[in-house]
């Protein structure tokens, strides 16, 4: 069935950039989306790309988007200790349900 | 607030018990869905609720777990006999039909 992956843990330098990485097997995706979780909290959209595009911009955050390695990142330029969270890549299966990543939690080091 | 709420916020039973979670989705949502974030686990699908549309249970673990929609509305998610790897935070999200789905805070479940 389909799947979506993300390494477990980034752990990055306040100032520095983080990239964040996601794969996904099922190429019908017709969006992919990237969640930020905080602790205690649900899930909040970032960001989401079109699959017929290969890069998204919005402020800090840039979507990279691979279609032929099924490969997703996003990047966050002069990363702040607000940004620790978990990060959840997700692909529609082009119907209404989305296929999570395990999620990448991110840590900034002050 | 105008957002997803869920209730309770915490939830810890025993073993067997049963328990009921419940959702109140963004008005006007007519789409609802559920799912079980495990530790170290992404979030598993359970079940989607459209309109007056039979539901998609494709996800439900087990026949000890049911949810139901009152309305259109208010959504309740129902586990029987809890087992203890029932445990896990268990999100409600709303949307408008193939739009954006808004979560919910989760409900923390913890079967001792």
């Known amino acids: 069935g389909e799947d979506v992956e993300q390494s477990l843990f980034l752990s990055v330098r306040e100032g520095d950039s983080s990239v964040i990485n996601c794969t996904y097997t099922?190429?019908?995706?017709?969006?992919l989306y990237w969640y930020k979780q905080e602790p205690g909290a649900g899930l909040q959209l970032l960001t989401y790309i079109f699959s017929n595009m290969d890069m998204k911009q919005d402020q800090r955050l840039t979507v990279l988007l691979n279609k032929k390695d099924k490969h997703l990142s996003l990047r966050i330029a002069d990363t702040q200790t607000g940004d620790s969270a978990i990060y959840f890549c997700?692909?529609?299966?082009?119907?209404?349900?989305?296929?999570f990543g395990t999620g990448t939690r991110l840590k900034v080091l002050a | 607030g105008a957002g997803v709420s869920q209730s309770p916020s915490n939830k810890v039973t025993e073993k067997g018990k049963d328990v009921e979670l419940r959702c109140d989705p963004i008005?006007?949502?007519?789409?609802l869905y559920w799912y079980r974030q495990s530790l170290g686990q992404g979030l598993e699908f359970l079940i989607y609720f459209q309109g007056n549309s039979a539901p998609d249970k494709s996800g439900l673990p087990s026949d000890r777990f049911s949810a139901e929609r009152t309305g259109g509305s208010v959504s309740t998610l129902t586990i029987q006999r809890t087992q203890q790897e029932d445990s896990a935070v268990y999100l409600c999200?709303?949307?408008?039909?193939?739009?954006?789905?808004?979560f919910g805070p989760g409900t923390r479940l913890t079967v001792l």
């Open positions: 008005s006007g949502h007519t789409a």
């Open positions: 999200a709303s949307s408008l039909v193939s739009a954006e789905q808004f």
């Open positions: 997700a692909a529609d299966s082009g119907t209404y349900k989305y296929i």
């Open positions: 099922d190429s019908s995706s017709t969006y």
